[in-house]
Structures are given as C-alpha cells and as structure tokens.
Antibody, heavy 121, light 108 residues
Framework: EVHLVESGGGLVQPGGSLRLTCTASGFTFYNYWMTWVRQSPGKGLEWVANIKEDGSEKKYVDSVRGRFTISRDNTKNSIYLQMSSLRDEDSAVYYC??????????????WGQGTRVTVSS | EIVLTQSPGTLSVSVGERATLSCRANETVNSGYLVWYQQKPGQAPRLLIYGTSIRTTGIPDRFSGSGSGTDFTLTISRLEPEDFAVYYCQQYVNSPVTFGRGTKVEIK
C-alpha cells in the first residue's frame, strides 16, 4: 500500500524559512516524479513544485520560484521542500503527492495527510 | 496558465438524485489531460476520474465524466450519503498544473 507522510510544518514569521519532508513507502520511489501541492482557503488547491525521478528536473509555480527548492533523496525515499522568504500567502496545508503512473507527472492518485504551514507574526 | 472555472459553487442535492458538476477551461484542454478529485473534510483529495472519463480503481460506476475542448462534466447518477463532498477538476496539458476552485455537493 502506498503511504506518504509529510512533516515539518508549523508556525513561522514572515520572511522566515521552513523545510518540509515527505517520506514514502509501498512503491518503487525512484521511478516516480513527486509533487508538492498546497491548499489554502483563499486559493484552493495549488500545484507548487515537482521533481523528476532522478532529481534532474525540477519545476515550480511562478509564485514560489526563487524562494522554494524541491529536492529528493532516493536512498531515503523522501522528498523535501525548502521554503524561504515566506509570506502570509504561503500559509496552507502542504501535501506530498504521487502520480498514478511511474515516469509520469501529471495527476495524482496518492496523497499524504498534509502538513500545515502558518506564516504569521 | 489554464484557468478552470467550476460551477456551481455549491450544489444541494437529495440522496438518490443526480448531480451534474461543470468544469470550464479558458483554453482547450486535451481530454486526456482532465481529471476529477473528491475531497472530504480533513482528508486529502482522492482521484476519481482521469482522461476525462476513466474511473480509477474502486470508484463506483455512478460516477462518470465527459466533455471535450473547454467544457467538462462530472455526473453522479444517484447520490449516496458518502458522496457529499467537494469535487475538483484539474488539468495537466499545460504547465503549471491547475485546479478548479471546487464544487461542494451538500445534502438538500
């Protein structure tokens, strides 16, 4: 059974940093693109970033490019989201998501339970 | 980016009735790249349909998807109590992947 567990969320001041972790199990992790999606009451569901199976490609939504960095460690079955220069509008529940098919990035059949990030002074 | 507009925002339906949810894109979406999710309070989204009309494993056949071009529809033929939730469409034909704002299906 596919299992994704996010951690690292919390309360941070504007301009601060936070690192999210998603640890996966139950599938061949190194065969899958992995994605971060966030959800806030104000903006709904928003794709944030994804990373190719071997980490050689990374893509970001415009609003986080230059501030967030996605990475992965296939030896630990984990992906990470390093978030810096955080803004109020980054407050959301952050989900880790896996696509339905290996070597494919577009849509997601497995999601973690989410980790909440609150940016506030 | 492709903007997906879902309507109505809220749909009030009785158990056993039919629900029809709309997802309209501001530019053409190849039908292979349109998916639907269901989300219940406190839970992550759950994939229902991909490729406009293909149900994921375990999704009952009362859920069906249709459409092409810029107009897509999710139909729930006979609502069961467990179907009351928020439904989102998503496209991935263009980067970035985008989601609609959702339709809440509530008990009438």
């Amino acid at each position: 059974e596919v299992h994704l567990v996010e951690s690292g969320g919390g309360l941070v001041q504007p301009g601060g940093s936070l690192r999210l972790t998603c640890t996966a199990s139950g599938f061949t992790f190194y065969n899958y693109w992995m994605t971060w999606v966030r959800q806030s009451p104000g903006k709904g569901l928003e794709w944030v970033a994804n990373i190719k199976e071997d980490g050689s490609e990374k893509k970001y939504v415009d609003s986080v490019r230059g501030r967030f960095t996605i990475s992965r460690d296939n030896t630990k079955n984990s992906i990470y989201l390093q978030m810096s220069s955080l803004r109020d509008e980054d407050s959301a529940v952050y989900y880790c998501a896996r696509p339905l098919w290996a070597y494919y990035g577009g849509f997601f059949d497995s999601w973690g339970q989410g980790t909440r990030v609150t940016v506030s002074s | 980016e492709i903007v997906l507009t879902q309507s109505p925002g809220t749909l009030s339906v009785s158990v056993g009735e039919r629900a029809t949810l709309s997802c309209r894109a501001n530019e053409t979406v190849n039908s292979g790249y349109l998916v639907w999710y269901q989300q219940k309070p406190g839970q992550a989204p759950r994939l229902l349909i991909y490729g406009t009309s293909i149900r994921t494993t375990g999704i009952p056949d009362r859920f069906s998807g249709s459409g092409s071009g810029t107009d897509f529809t999710l139909t729930i033929s006979r609502l069961e109590p467990e179907d009351f939730a928020v439904y989102y469409c998503q496209q991935y034909v263009n980067s970035p992947v985008t989601f609609g704002r959702g339709t809440k299906v509530e008990i009438k």
